[in-house]
Every structure is written in structure tokens, then in C-alpha cells.
């Protein structure tokens, strides 16, 4: 059973930064494409990031040169790299793995 766990959340200003982590508890962490989502309310599921297991990053429009995408093999864990936030970056913000795996996600609020 594959578990993913996000942290890394929470309130900050716009222009400010936070880093989010996505642990898994599943084996074979290497092998496998990992993907950044957010959901703001009302709205739909969005993609953010994503990082294939030979480390190709790709990003949304919205968030180009302001996040970065990157794992760590050793740890068994995916980040988001978070800069010059906005107040529409504010989301829960979710972690997906190749077959179909969700974490439980982790609010992101961008505020004054």
C-alpha cells in the first residue's frame, strides 16, 4: 500500500516562500513520475509540476520560474519549491504518484 504525506503548508504574504514535501511510503520510489496538484475552492484539480523518475520537469504557465519541482531518491520524497507566491496560489495542494496514489493534501494560503 502506497502512502503519500504532504507538509510543508500554511500561511504566508504575498512575495514570500514555503517549501512543500511529499513523502512515500511506498517501495520502488525511484521509478515512478511524481505530480504536484492544487484545488482552490470552487474550482477544479489543477496540475502544478510534475517530475518523471529520469528527473524531466515540467510546469504550469501560472507558476513558470516562481516553483521548482525535484526529488530526492535517498528520502523517498518529491518537493515543491515555492517563490514570489501570489494570492491566487492560495489552494490545497496535493501530491500524486503514477497509478493512481493522492495525498491528503496541504493548504496553502497566500495572504496580507
Known amino acids: 500500500q502506497v502512502q503519500l504525506v504532504e507538509s510543508g503548508g500554511g500561511l504566508m504574504q504575498p512575495g514570500g516562500s514555503l517549501r512543500l514535501s511529499c513523502r512515500s511510503s511506498?517501495?520502488?520510489?525511484?521509478?515512478?513520475?511524481y505530480y504536484w496538484y492544487r484545488q482552490a475552492p470552487g474550482k477544479q484539480r489543477d496540475l502544478v509540476a510534475s517530475?518523471?523518475?529520469?528527473?524531466?520537469?515540467n510546469y504550469a504557465d501560472s507558476v513558470k520560474g516562481r516553483f521548482t519541482i525535484s526529488r530526492d531518491n535517498t528520502k523517498n520524497t518529491v518537493y515543491l519549491q515555492m517563490n514570489s507566491l501570489k494570492p491566487e496560489d492560495t489552494a490545497v495542494y496535493y501530491c500524486?504518484?503514477?497509478?493512481?496514489?493522492w495525498g491528503q493534501g496541504t493548504q496553502v494560503t497566500v495572504s496580507s
Open positions: 500524486f504518484r503514477t497509478g493512481g496514489y
Open positions: 511506498g517501495s520502488s520510489f525511484s521509478i515512478y513520475g
Open positions: 517530475i518523471a523518475a529520469g528527473g524531466t520537469t
